[in-house]
């Protein structure tokens, strides 16, 4: 292992969640990966999440979002209890809780284990969250009074205290939620389903086909959201007739299996909508910010985000001196966000991605992120990087081919010196890649492209690769 830092944050969400607040938060933060679809009881389910248009492997990149979301979404949570649900889901009918869950075995529920307690051994002691590993339901402990705060709504965890009503979390989370809020949006056409249950498959056929028309009517350009997109998922940017006919081919077969989850328990708060909304020009910015038990709005950072190939979200990059006038510049728009979210009984994280249109000048919210983001600790870990003279820093997902020992040992003395981070790692015993969250701090915008690029090509490199072949970090200095 590495010698490292200690990374110290400005400030912890049990902070955050302690201002403005007379009494000490009796809170549970429970996490689990954002396509867990647990169900032990084969009922219908209420909180659905859409679909991927892109088949994948998908139980082993549940395996994965099992251990590294849970664990990079907690690195800022301080001292407060965390419970990481920690099973595998599936969605079979009506089977025992025991052949549903599918337990690992101990050795690999182990290994998941130590790269949790390895990441938060990087703060102080008084900054580290509080870990409970729950194999089951009966696992997540609850003192009396407590409530716990998840990222998004799940069916399994209905019946705990939630802080916020779960269906009110599932409607200010929709994107339909946003286009009917009232905050300043781009021009935003809601369809709704006419059906209220997906029994008869004529009807549902229908309903698709009167719902892909609205998709045909629209001009050009403009975006198609499903209601629960999220990471660039489910969102499709049509600016020519061969997208339009491209993404109406992918939704045909997306809007009937979304149908295929509508029923008398969830028909009502609208999972199978989709919004169409005009396509603006202009720069983009995620905005993340607080949400007070009284309505106070708390600006805590302002990044442009990183997506790959695909349109999927792999990250943030931050330019710290810019924050103030960044805070300056947005602070209406976030204060009616916030407005919005405490008049909906909403008290916690959240951020909005917000685009400048370049016509006009004007803000528009354009997404709405009621949780904790991707880049949310990039606002508490300015301390840590702008001491150290690194005015630039980058969280992001990244693949490599090497194990933690190595890629450490590979970077101990950025490691130690604090121009790096572990974030989360997970090691994937099947194909023998490992996949992380890492955060890199850097003196200017150049510069940390520069060692993003380091970072990639050390990290391709294998375990049993003595060499490196990547480029090197030109002139990477800084006050220690």
């Not at 009167?210 to 009517?217: A, D, G, H, L, V």
């Amino acid at each position: 292992m590495a010698p490292t830092s200690t990374v110290s944050l400005d400030y912890t969400l049990r902070d955050l969640y302690s201002e403005n607040n007379d009494s000490d938060p009796n809170l549970v933060l429970v996490y689990y990966p954002l396509d867990f679809k647990y169900n032990p009881h084969g009922s219908l389910t209420k909180f659905i999440y859409g679909y991927k248009l892109q088949q994948g492997n998908e139980e082993g990149a549940s395996a994965i979002e099992r251990s590294l979301y849970p664990q990079r979404t907690a690195f800022s949570a301080g001292q407060m209890p965390v419970v990481v649900l920690d099973f595998a889901s599936s969605h079979r009918g009506k089977e025992t809780e025991d052949s549903m869950c599918q337990q690992v075995t101990d050795a690999q529920a182990l290994r998941r284990h130590v790269d949790f307690h390895r990441t938060y051994s990087q703060l102080p002691r008084e900054q580290q969250p509080s870990l409970t590993f729950a194999s089951n339901l009966k696992g997540i402990p609850l003192d009396a009074g407590a409530q716990i705060s998840v990222q998004l709504p799940t069916d399994c965890l209905s019946n705990l205290p939630h802080l916020i009503n779960p269906e009110t979390h599932y409607e200010i989370l929709s994107k339909r939620g946003l286009a009917l809020s009232g905050l300043p949006t781009p021009r935003s056409e809601v369809i709704d389903t006419c059906l209220t249950s997906s029994d008869d498959p004529v009807l549902s056929a229908k309903e698709v086909s009167r719902m892909i028309n609205s998709i045909e009517k629209r001009q050009l350009p403009f975006m198609i959201k499903l209601p629960q997109s999220l990471g660039g998922r489910g969102a499709f940017a049509v600016a020519t007739e061969a997208e339009r006919n491209e993404v109406k081919t992918a939704l045909t077969a997306g809007l009937s299996e979304m149908l295929h989850g509508l029923n008398e328990f969830n028909h009502h708060l609208y999972p199978c909508s989709i919004v169409l909304q005009d396509l603006i020009p202009g720069s983009t910015v995620a905005l993340a910010f607080f949400v007070s038990k009284t309505g106070h709005a708390r600006f805590t950072s302002c990044s442009e985000q990183l997506f790959d190939e695909h349109g999927r979200w792999i990250g943030g990059m931050i330019a710290y001196k810019q924050q103030e006038q960044l805070r300056a510049t947005f602070h209406p728009i976030m204060e009616k966000a916030a407005t919005f979210l405490h008049g909906k009984g909403y008290y916690g994280p959240a951020g909005v991605d917000i685009i400048t249109d370049e016509r006009s000048g004007e803000h528009l919210i354009i997404d709405l992120n009621v949780r904790v983001t991707g880049s949310f600790h990039l606002g508490p870990l300015r301390g840590n990087f702008t001491e150290r003279g690194l005015y630039e820093a980058a969280g992001i997902k990244v693949e490599f081919r090497c194990s933690r020992d190595v890629f450490e040992a590979r970077f101990a003395d950025e490691m130690r010196k604090g121009s790096m981070i572990v974030n989360g790692w997970f090691h994937d015993e099947s194909s023998g890649l490992s996949h992380a969250a890492i955060t890199i701090g850097a003196r200017d915008s150049e510069e940390l492209k520069e060692y993003l690029e380091h970072v990639r090509a050390v990290g391709a490199q294998p375990d049993e690769s003595l060499a490196f072949q990547g480029p090197p970090v030109p002139g990477l200095k800084a006050k220690w």
